[in-house]
């Protein structure tokens, strides 16, 4: 699980590292970098093309990475847009959806070999 708490402090630090002050919302670098024209929206693809990388390396399906691409293109492609793109950054955190969607399907294989047939026979 090393790596994967790994991904989860990439993401963290890419979606959620500071508090906006006043707020309950939370930004990370991909928001703050989403400020600088286009550079910005460049530079967080790196992070998230890491997490999405890792994920195949760890085993996860090709569904589940192509989900984890379409949060990602989502993400990129609305981060484009002056302002509003700034304030979805803010709201959507696609890397850490990334990460839990990987978490979640780790945590579902490691249970399905838990109760696999040799558990089954013995009952």
Same mark, same amino acid.
Do not use: C, W
């Given at each position: 699980? !090393?790596?994967?708490?790994?991904?989860?402090?990439?993401?963290?630090?890419? !979606?959620?590292?500071?508090? +906006?002050?006043?707020?309950?919302?939370?930004? &990370?670098?991909?928001?703050?970098?989403?400020?600088?024209?286009? +550079?910005?929206?460049?530079?967080?693809?790196? /992070?998230?093309?890491?997490?999405?990388?890792?994920?195949?390396?760890? &085993?996860?399906?090709?569904?589940?990475?192509? %989900?984890?691409?379409?949060?990602?293109?989502? !993400?990129?492609? #609305?981060?484009?847009? /002056?302002?509003? &793109?700034?304030?979805?950054? +803010?709201?959507?955190?696609?890397?850490?959806?990334?990460?839990?969607?990987? %978490?979640?399907?780790?945590? %579902?294989?490691?249970?399905?070999?838990?109760?696999?047939?040799?558990? #089954?026979?013995?009952?």
């Amino acid at each position: 699980m !090393d790596r994967l708490e790994r991904l989860e402090r990439v993401a963290h630090r890419m !979606d959620s590292l500071v508090r +906006i002050p006043g707020t309950r919302f939370r930004i &990370g670098l991909d928001g703050m970098l989403g400020i600088i024209p286009g +550079i910005g929206d460049a530079l967080a693809m790196a /992070p998230a093309g890491y997490i999405i990388h890792q994920s195949y390396k760890m &085993g996860a399906p090709r569904s589940l990475l192509a %989900r984890m691409a379409i949060n990602t293109g989502v !993400d990129t492609v #609305i981060g484009t847009i /002056p302002l509003v &793109g700034d304030l979805f950054d +803010i709201g959507n955190k696609s890397n850490n959806k990334n990460v839990a969607l990987l %978490r979640k399907h780790l945590e %579902r294989e490691r249970a399905a070999q838990k109760d696999g047939p040799s558990d #089954i026979a013995a009952q």
